[in-house]
């Protein structure tokens, strides 16, 4: 048992409990100093995070693991809690919400998604998921007294419910058959024993658990409620951070205990893959409000993503990493600009985007940008993390022939997605704006969309280093 691997989670968690007990002495005109504490106490998880970096190391009787899989999401999980902080410090000043209580939520569902990062046993793997899970059900409904975010919260929760369900069954089936709950055993168990209809449908019931935290249909349901209801900056979290955790657990589980029933779920996500990126992109097509558009967006964006698996390579996996850091940047970036525009204007209808150029002109850039990465247009980061996820998926057909067909789909999809994101653009630039009231924005606003916008460029322009990165991380599944 070694703690110094759990020293990131560790100082996430105390750093939480500081910021109840320093929000209990604050005055409340103090209290949006809370935000301040919270974003610079991030540099401890990252430090420790940092130290481990390189380390490929087994602790608490197989459960845990420190790898560069695992370094790659924590550090994707701590930039994304870091820009979601600073993003909300005005937004959450603004409400009758507890901001210490908030804050601390963030970090504590941040440290919960860096155990899942590092769990390969099916008992610690459950736990670190329902932990973060609790932390978002209460993130979602924590505008008390807004019935919107109440439904929300609700809905996600119900729906979380069910899918725990599905998923303890999927893993009470799989320890049933293989009698070990940590996932190298159960591949060894697999292998030796075979596939059978008990194995396969703990496989099934595993994937239907996971399938709801990554949003993919048919579990997809929650996701446009939820995302539009609760608070955006909660929104632009469980749009990224959430999925990203979720995908970190499918690549563990899938590529690791299940890789012997290969035959069995490559099928499986190839159809799931399809399906979801079809649909969250023709359903995007009639939304009106930007939240509900974002949230079909960031189904088909789950779509994406599973090519990789669909695939199941080094290259693929390194693709699937690359396309999950953009997409964080990028979906982040957007969802800042939208808390700057619905803080002002009190409103996430398309329509009243509608001239927003000539109000706020760097917020609209910064907008654009964002949805025309998610477009895949270059030279942002969508474009670069979709032509390496793509052509590694093409490389993989070469050995199933029937991968072509899937990059021919996501090819029409990327094709279809690029309507609606440039709808938001052209509403902004070319719509006539009912009223000429210029719009300003908050210097953390100002300072997280100005970093999401940097790293949405600079990952387009200068891929190199992320893409070395999620190589070496791909290489703990695929070495």
């Not at 949230?295 to 698996?309: D, F, N, Q, R, T």
């Amino acid at each position: 048992m070694n703690l110094y691997l759990l020293l990131p989670e560790i100082s996430l968690i105390v750093l939480a409990v500081v910021l109840i007990g320093v929000d209990l002495l604050l005055p409340r005109e103090h209290k949006p100093a809370l935000g301040y504490i919270a974003l610079i106490g991030l540099i401890f998880p990252a430090y420790f995070t940092m130290l481990l970096s390189g380390r490929n190391e087994v602790s608490f009787s197989g459960a845990l693991v420190v790898d560069q899989l695992a370094i790659f999401f924590k550090l994707l999980f701590l930039i994304a809690a870091a820009l979601v902080i600073l993003s909300s410090i005005e937004y959450v000043r603004r409400l009758p919400i507890p901001q210490g209580e908030y804050y601390a939520l963030v970090l504590l569902a941040t440290s919960g998604m860096m155990l899942m990062a590092s769990t390969r046993d099916l008992i610690s793997i459950y736990i670190s998921l329902e932990f973060t899970s609790i932390t978002l059900y209460i993130l979602a409904a924590f505008i008390r007294n807004d019935l919107k975010s109440s439904e929300a919260g609700l809905k996600y929760l119900l729906l979380g419910a069910l899918s725990s369900a599905a998923l303890l069954y999927g893993m009470a089936l799989t320890y049933g058959v293989t009698g070990s709950t940590v996932l190298n055993d159960i591949a060894s168990a697999l292998g030796e024993r075979g596939i059978n209809a008990a194995a396969v449908l703990g496989l099934v019931f595993i994937a239907v658990g996971f399938g709801f935290k990554i949003a993919t249909v048919p579990f997809h349901m929650w996701a446009p409620d939820v995302y539009e209801g609760a608070p955006t900056p909660i929104t632009a979290f469980l749009s990224v951070a959430s999925k990203a955790a979720g995908f970190a657990l499918v690549l563990r589980v899938f590529a690791t205990a299940f890789m012997p029933a290969e035959n069995t779920w490559l099928p499986m996500f190839f159809v799931l893959s399809a399906i979801t990126m079809t649909l969250g992109n023709v359903v995007a097509i009639r939304q009106e409000n930007i939240k509900r558009l974002l949230a079909y967006s960031s189904i088909a964006h789950a779509g994406y993503v599973l090519m990789g698996l669909a695939a199941a390579t080094a290259g693929a996996t390194s693709g699937m990493l690359v396309y999950l850091l953009a997409y964080t940047l990028t979906n982040l970036g957007a969802f800042i600009a939208i808390i700057g525009f619905s803080t002002r204007v009190g409103s996430d209808n398309i329509d009243d985007y509608n001239g927003l150029s000539r109000r706020a002109p760097m917020l609209s850039l910064a907008l654009a940008i964002c949805l025309l990465s998610l477009a895949g247009i270059p030279p942002m980061a969508g474009f670069i993390a979709k032509i390496y996820l793509f052509a590694a998926v093409f490389d993989a057909a070469a050995t199933n022939p029937a991968l072509y067909y899937l990059v021919i789909i996501a090819l029409l999809n990327s094709a279809i997605s690029v309507y609606y994101y440039v709808r938001v653009v052209k509403a902004m630039y070319f719509a006539p704006a009912e009223t000429e009231e210029s719009l300003g924005m908050t210097f953390g606003l100002r300072v997280a969309l100005s970093a999401a916008v940097a790293g949405v460029l600079v990952v387009g322009i200068y891929p190199t280093p992320v893409m070395q990165a999620a190589q070496v991380a791909a290489q703990v599944l695929f070495p």
